[in-house]
């Protein structure tokens, strides 16, 4: 398990759940997983895209979750950004490390979690990784 039930509450302390299945999305170019904590009216995502070729790895950074709002985030895979976005009440951090992509990310929590909080879960994350 890449987070736990206890990892998710440290955003929303209400969640619950198993996250969902965890089943890929395969695209051309890249696969996907999404998994999902519902709590409250708000939610937690843990999103993995694997660049499985090198044109997506080339194409894709950190600035694919979107976000009106985004600050750098160091020593945190190769590329990694805090991102709030205020038309999707979203709030996270994504971390591209080799060739994957990894955004933990909250919808509708409030007060939005702070990038410290995101932090050690992206990294419990790339970690995890192959």
């Known amino acids: 398990m890449l987070l736990s039930l206890g990892d998710v ?36 995502t843990l999103s993995i895209e694997g660049l499985v070729t090198e044109a997506a790895n080339e194409s894709v950074d950190t600035g694919s979750y979107g976000g009106d709002e985004r600050e750098p985030v160091s020593n945190l895979g190769e590329q990694a950004e805090y991102f709030g976005s205020s038309v999707f009440d979203e709030t996270g951090v994504d971390a ?35």
């Open 9 to 44: 509450q440290t955003l929303l302390p209400n969640a619950s759940g198993s996250g969902g299945d965890g089943m890929p999305t395969v695209y051309e170019q890249a696969w996907a997983i999404t998994c999902t904590w519902p709590g409250a009216g708000a939610y937690v």
């Open 96 to 130: 591209k490390s080799r060739s994957f992509l990894v955004a933990v990310t909250t919808t509708h929590v409030s007060p939005p979690p702070s990038k410290d909080t995101f932090i050690p879960l992206v990294r419990k994350v790339l970690t995890q990784l192959p």
